[in-house]
């Protein structure tokens, strides 16, 4: 499914200081290229001043300042195997994009026979982000309507149950240590994932480990040819209401998009994909970002035009 982002050329990008700005909302939920402006992991803000003097992508650093933002990218060209690492392995609230990989897990742990098994819940599991299973208290939804919920509406509730499916946020945390991630951690379930207070080390997870993830889970042998086709189906019709604003408006037109993204308190702007150029090999991006203040503005422009320069650079 083609995404209806606008046309954004690279030589329009690396000529021009902005892209142009898009409206904020919160989320109705060649060799390779390397930069860390960070020596180690870390889940407390740092200030954009502080970035490395050293650091290779200096457009990142200036998108920091200017969005008076922490920024984490990670992004991999699958065809040339050339990175980008931008604070790619600091800490980061990851908010809604856990429903990707809880997909992921529930999809792993079910053969696709027992999608249709009903899960039932009540007015007292709903909560504001819960679009979705508002509409089915009485009856109740399918496993395979509660992936839909939380992968593309990010429905709050739907997440929950799927967690609670796992049996829990510790066995998201184990799944993704079967897919080699030692580093992401899942300790709450919503709305509180949301909080992301800086310095809390729960619920976080840093844009390498979280990309790699995805990499795995929509790419890579994480899950059989058939429930890998229904998550990357749920993923490429992301339809929460800010999708369109983040990865989807950096990439030309006409590419394919598959990403979840993820917004909480202090700022949070997240957006994780893997995108298919028409006549190359698909890209992992990962963009990651947080504020210090508890109520500052969701800048959906920041993840925009870092995922513009991430293709300008890599394509």
């Known amino acids: 499914m083609t995404s209806s982002q606008p046309t954004i050329t690279r030589r329009a990008f690396l000529g021009a200081a902005v892209v142009v700005p898009l409206a904020g909302c919160t989320e109705r939920d060649t060799p390779p290229v390397s930069s860390s402006a960070s020596a180690s992991p870390s889940s407390a803000p740092v200030s954009p001043a502080t970035a490395s003097a050293n650091d290779q992508h200096h457009r990142l650093v200036s998108l920091e300042r200017k969005f008076d933002a922490r920024l984490g990218v990670y992004a991999l060209a699958t065809g ?34 027992e999608l249709n098994s009903v899960v039932r819940y ?134 394919i998009v598959a990403d979840k993204t993820g917004t909480g308190g202090y700022g949070t702007v997240n957006d994780i994909a893997v995108v298919w150029p028409p006549a190359a090999a698909p890209l992992v991006i990962g963009i990651m970002s947080s504020k210090t203040e508890k109520d500052a503005e969701h800048d959906q422009a920041l993840v925009a035009e870092a995922a513009a320069y991430v293709v300008a650079t890599l394509t």
């Open 80 to 113: 040339t195997g050339a990175t980008i690492a931008h604070r790619a392995d600091e800490r980061f609230p990851f908010c809604s994009t856990f429903k990707g990989l809880a997909a992921a897990a529930v999809l792993h742990r079910h053969p696709l026979s």
């Open 122 to 255: 009540t007015r007292d599991d709903l909560m504001e982000s819960s679009v979705i299973t508002r509409q089915h208290v009485a009856r109740g939804m399918t496993i395979r309507q509660l992936c839909d919920a939380a992968v593309r509406y990010s429905d709050g509730t739907a997440g929950n149950l799927l967690l609670r499916d796992l049996g829990g946020p510790s066995e998201l945390t184990a799944y993704t240590r079967g897919l080699g991630d030692t580093v992401t951690r899942m300790d709450r379930t919503e709305p509180a994932v949301a909080t992301a207070t800086p310095g809390d080390p729960r619920d976080t997870t840093t844009p390498r480990a979280l990309s790699t993830n995805y990499h795995h889970i929509v790419l890579g042998e994480a899950l059989p040819p058939d429930k890998r086709a229904f998550l990357r189906d749920l993923l490429e019709r992301n339809a929460t209401s800010v999708g369109a604003q983040r990865i989807r408006a950096g990439v030309p037109r006409g590419w």
